[in-house]
């Protein structure tokens, strides 16, 4: 089939798309270094979009946030990592227990034997120069966040704010804050043509019969909801059963997709390393209705 050589924004786009079909990676999509995760998404984070990934305290949300970030630097993305939660050496604390399949007790005591001691060596040799970089996120919010980050075509593709109760001043009622971040953050995707991820604590679940976190649960006035677009809920059925089976089992559901359906990843969290691997099912991910 002949391809389509004028260059109106719709013949763009079906470039873009016979692209994709050749095998060509979408311009617009960041992988999340997660092959079902990526599939769900249609290929990624995407630029310009604002992606809300919220759980129960304790789920994981800033260790697979922050897996993300590292497998989108080790692939060449450059990408910022902006917390509220920690100091940057914690942060980096966790990037050697992820990547080195260490716990963090042993690196925080020294408690390392040779074999690990090597191979966390191995990791900041291989990291050296494909890191996210990582910021603290400023009490002055979205707009302290932005000027850091720099205008359109300086801002690096991916942003990953943790948390987004992190953005809360203090001045007014925080829910309002919190909505008021969250229209921000939609804004500063578009702005500076960026992927973002936001994470956000969710009230606890664990009163209800289905513990998984629904649309409702994100709060903020409904912003995550209205503004987000897309939102992934993160599930970990074992922090409330305490069957053997069911430790370290996560879904990644999808709560909203404004560009695409709905559906769900099998992730399994090693809470002694915080860090996440993909199980890939042979049928691919499944649906919910």
Known sequence: MPRITDLSPLSQLLERIDARTDGKAAVDALSTGFPSVDR???GGLRRGELTVLGGDVGSGKSALALAIALRAAAAGTRATYATSEMPPE?????????EGR????DLRAGTLDERARAELGAVALRLRDRMPDVARLAPGGVPA?????????DAPPLVVVDPLQGLAAGTRPQDEE???AVRDLKALALDLDAAVLLTAHLPSLASRADMRP????????????????TVLALFREGMYESARELEGATELIVRKRRSGGLGYADLYFYAQWMRFEDVMEPEGPGTRD
């Not at 260490?102 to 007790?105: G, L, M, S, T, Y």
């Not at 966040?145 to 075509?153: F, H, N, S, V």
């Not at 649960?217 to 409904?222: N, T």
């Open 40 to 42: 769900i998404l249609g």
């Open 90 to 98: 914690r942060v980096h604390e966790r990037v050697l227990a992820i």
């Open 102 to 105: 260490a716990r963090i007790d």
């Open 145 to 153: 966040l932005a000027e850091r980050l720099g205008g359109r075509g």
């Open 178 to 180: 919190l909505a008021v």
């Open 214 to 229: 629904a649309l409702d649960d994100f709060g903020a006035l409904g912003a995550p909801k209205q503004h987000a677009d």
